[in-house]
């Protein structure tokens, strides 16, 4: 069974473009999680999406951030007009569908704005 | 809301040493506690959890916590370490009352280096 699966794995932006991020979570999982991880900080939760609907996005920032999770294909972290302030890690993670269940996390993708 | 205090951010020991990386939460509320593990270019790994029962939690690779209450601490701990565990290791902390246990706070993490 693979694991959870993110690309790409490096991605390099310059200040004012989008950047997409995918994940495709574990086979069976049906709950997706973003986190971001800023240097020297720990991981924050961003957004809980299911299939086509998003939980809880109460730690994504207001503007420029959106995910989605559609019935097909992966889940997207989408960052219109990127800033040197995002550059960071971010991880998504999944779990079966019983919630509150162990989050099985992908190695992330590093995102660095120019 | 949940703030999770690893102690140490850097923890070089000697190979066939015992370690123990320290785990500080604040929270009022019952929790569930993990602690993870990260190797280099890798996915988070889960090494243990905290939801209920014995206080003393067994993982895997020879890692173990315990959880204290009255402390709010979940402090890990392997007895002899090997070359292998080195590797980033992060302590998450998510509330158990309400509907939000899905919601996990991670501490900053602690780089262990085994050295030979």
């Known amino acids: 069974n693979a694991g959870v699966m993110q690309n790409p794995r490096h991605l390099v932006r310059r200040r004012g473009q989008e950047a997409r991020l995918r994940c495709s979570p574990m086979k069976g999982h049906s709950h997706v999680y973003w986190y971001r991880q800023l240097p020297e900080e720990g991981l924050k939760f961003m957004v809980y999406?299911?299939?086509?609907?998003?939980?809880?996005e109460s730690g994504m920032p207001k503007e420029r951030f959106s995910a989605e999770f559609p019935k097909e294909g992966p889940s997207i972290l989408r960052i219109q007009q990127v800033v040197r302030g995002d550059s960071a890690a971010y991880f998504c993670?999944?779990?079966?569908?019983?919630?509150?269940?162990?989050?099985?996390f992908g190695p992330g993708t590093r995102l660095t704005v120019l | 809301a949940q703030s999770v205090t690893q102690l140490d951010s850097q923890v070089p020991v000697f190979e066939e040493a015992p370690v123990e990386l320290r785990c500080n939460y604040s929270s009022s509320v019952s929790v569930y506690l993990f602690w993870y593990v990260q190797y280099p270019n890798q996915g988070l790994q889960l090494l243990l959890k905290?939801?209920?029962?014995?206080?003393l939690v067994k993982g895997i690779n020879g890692f173990e916590a315990e959880f204290n209450k009255s402390q709010t601490s979940f402090h890990l701990r392997k007895p002899s370490v090997h070359i292998s565990d080195t590797a980033e290791y992060f302590c998450a902390v998510s509330d158990v009352v309400g509907s939000n246990d899905y919601k996990l706070s991670f501490g900053a993490g602690t780089t262990v280096t085994v050295r030979a």
């Open positions: 999406l299911q299939k086509e609907n998003i939980i809880d």
């Open positions: 993670a999944s779990s079966p569908a019983v919630r509150g269940d162990t989050q099985y």
């Open positions: 905290y939801l209920s029962g014995s206080t």
